[in-house]
């Protein structure tokens, strides 16, 4: 089992930055390709930006292009996705997930990939 927990998630105005924070605990963290998502109200969950397990290879959504950045400290057990230049439309409850298994090179945007999944942090973003 794989344990995540989101944090740093808010209320900001448009233009504004945050960072969220995903720790992870249980089997080794950093063996995990990772991945964030959202989800708005009425929604169906989102593929965000994914990085892989070695932190060599990243990926992101279009939406989110050159305004966020997907990292991880594996020392510490964390992923961190920084979000600048935030619209309204990036308002969303954010989730961190876990690949199902270690050491998967690759993983596609489908939720359905990833086998462990943190609570959610929401954020908002004001006009």
């Known amino acids: 089992q794989v344990q995540l927990v989101e944090s740093g998630g808010g209320s900001v105005q448009a233009g504004g930055s945050l960072r969220l924070s995903c720790t992870g605990s249980?089997?080794?963290?950093?063996?995990?390709?990772m991945g964030w998502f959202r989800q708005a109200p009425g929604k169906e969950r989102d593929f965000v930006s994914r990085?892989?397990?070695?932190?060599?290879?990243?990926s992101y959504a279009d939406s989110v292009k050159g305004r966020f950045t997907i990292s991880r400290d594996n020392a510490k057990d964390t992923m961190y996705l920084q979000m600048n230049s935030l619209k309204p439309e990036d308002t969303a409850v954010y989730y961190c997930?876990?690949?199902?298994?270690?050491?998967?090179?690759?993983?596609?945007?489908?939720?359905?990939?990833?086998?462990?999944w943190g609570q959610g942090t929401q954020v908002t973003v004001s006009s």
């Open positions: 997930a876990a690949g199902k298994r270690p050491y998967e090179y690759y993983l596609s945007s489908a939720p359905a990939e990833y086998g462990y």
């Open positions: 249980g089997r080794a963290f950093s063996s995990y390709t």
């Open positions: 990085i892989r397990w070695d932190g060599l290879d990243t």
